[in-house]
């Protein structure tokens, strides 16, 4: 069975601080995909990358950055140069190969970042 | 703009009432789903449907009931079956039925009991 597993419950930082939210993941499939969201207070979750399991290239876009790891089953997100705006529940989640429609949620990071 | 239309944005409750949260989409997704949220927690999934006039239960569909007569369109009712109603609801849909598209989600909905 596939799972997700964010660690950290809740993170605070001073602005203008790197800060990395780390996603440890569990499968089976050699097949999948994992992916970063962001829910801001408003509450929407807002889709901010997509990796597949045969790309292991880190990216960035901007100050976020993305760490993929198969080694350590890990794909960890660093913000660097936080901002208040970033203060939100990051949640990273898991979708096999296979299955269409399960894709799993970590239980998130609450990211507060203070002025 | 294309996106998730959800509503109301809160809705309230009462004992033994059965309520229904509307979701549509104009992004010609032909996967529609539905999560519960609860504090602290991540997202759980209720009820997915990859295509019109067919749907399937996700993790907690009990006390949940859902149709989906058109494509933009997939509401979800709450039941007096449902005894912890109180939740964050989010709908979402999916470009492809295949794996490995993003699902892009709606602002959601906050049930709450009176």
């Known amino acids: 069975a596939q799972k997700v597993t964010q660690a950290q419950t809740e993170i605070s930082v001073v602005e203008k601080e790197d800060v990395t939210l780390d996603c440890v993941y569990e499968?089976?499939?050699?097949?999948?995909?994992l992916f970063w969201y962001k829910q801001p207070p408003s509450g929407e979750l807002v889709f901010l990358i997509r990796?597949?399991?045969?790309?292991?290239q880190n990216e960035i876009s901007g100050r976020y950055s993305w760490n993929f790891q198969k080694s350590t089953s890990s794909f960890n997100f660093t913000i660097t140069a936080s901002q208040v705006v970033d203060s939100a529940v990051y949640f990273c989640?898991?979708?096999?190969?296979?299955?269409?429609?399960?894709?799993?949620f970590g239980a998130g990071t609450r990211l507060t970042v203070k002025p | 703009d294309g996106g998730i239309t959800q509503s109301p944005k809160y809705l309230f409750r009462k004992e033994g009432q059965n309520v229904t949260l509307s979701c549509e989409q104009n992004?010609?997704?032909?996967?529609m789903y539905w999560y519960r949220q609860d504090p602290g927690q991540g997202l759980r999934l209720i009820y997915y449907?990859?295509?019109?006039?067919?749907?399937q239960k996700g993790d907690i569909a009990e006390g949940y009931s859902v149709s989906r007569e058109k494509k933009e369109s997939f509401p979800l009712t709450v039941t007096s079956a449902q005894k912890n109603p109180t939740a964050f609801y989010l709908c979402?849909?999916?470009?492809?039925?295949?794996?490995?598209?993003?699902?892009?989600f709606g602002d959601g909905t906050r049930l709450s009991i009176l």
């Open positions: 990796r597949n399991s045969f790309d292991e």
């Open positions: 992004l010609n997704h032909d996967a």
């Open positions: 449907s990859q295509i019109v006039n067919d749907f």
């Open positions: 499968t089976r499939d050699t097949t999948y995909y």
């Open positions: 989640a898991l979708s096999e190969g296979g299955n269409n429609n399960d894709m799993r």
């Open positions: 979402a849909s999916r470009q492809s039925r295949t794996g490995g598209q993003p699902q892009h």
